[in-house]
């Protein structure tokens, strides 16, 4: 059975070793460093994980992820590439189902930093996983949009989302649609379909968590 959440950690793991602690990211703010203290942070600190998702800890969590990112690089890198076996995320029984999406997602952040990135092509059951997360991504991400949106990975699925309202239509692959649905919306490679107004309000809304 494929690994994609272990063949995209190892892809990661090298890409970060390749550009350096310093090299930008599409997460506002963060370098290649700041990410893989993060990945850190989520794996092995559940005290300071909570962070990521809830505001109130968000303080507490942020703290201890700059001083994890504090480390050498090579050794931040070292250990996002081998997590502990008793992570609540990062177990053999939690690794796909938790970190195929996590770690696709920021595998991209980094990639499409760079100059003249080119999209990849993904292996056919890779896809068919991001889709079956993706589908309930979109979901989550869109289930107050006023719009009745029609999401479609041609090959793949379609789910219709929204809380209706004007007819839009999102088309993409599924690894495209992920990084959309993720708040990573200028660095897709989507197609909109529909009135102008809700196509440009979808483009820039605020998605993901």
């Given amino acids: ?6 063949s995209e950690r190892e892809a990661l793991a090298d890409l970060l070793l390749d550009l350096g602690p310093d090299a930008p990211t599409l997460n506002e703010g963060w370098t290649t460093r700041d990410l893989a203290a993060h990945l850190l942070v989520r794996e092995r600190r559940p005290d300071a994980a ?5 505001p109130p800890l968000r303080g507490y969590g942020e703290a201890v992820r700059r001083r994890v990112a504090a480390g050498p690089f090579a050794d931040l890198v070292a250990r996002v590439r081998r997590p502990p076996v008793w992570s609540p995320v990062s177990n053999p029984l939690t690794d796909e189902l938790a970190n195929t999406l996590e770690f696709f ?7 499409r930093a760079q100059p003249g990135w080119l999209p990849r092509d993904l292996p056919a059951g890779l896809q068919a996983a991001l889709w079956r997360r993706g589908a309930l991504l979109a979901r989550t991400a869109l289930r107050r949009f006023p719009a009745d949106l ?3 990975a041609p090959g793949f699925g379609e789910r219709t989302v929204g809380r209706g309202g004007e007819r839009l239509r999102l088309v993409g692959a599924p690894g495209e649609l992920v990084l959309f649905l993720s708040g990573r919306q200028r660095a897709a490679r989507v197609q909109v379909d529909g009135p102008a107004a809700p196509a440009s309000r979808l483009r820039a809304a605020h998605l993901g968590f």
């Fill in 1 to 6: 059975m494929p690994r994609y959440a272990r």
């Fill in 50 to 54: 909570g962070g990521i998702l809830l």
């Fill in 105 to 111: 997602i920021h595998h991209e952040d980094v990639r």
């Fill in 150 to 152: 029609l999401v479609q």
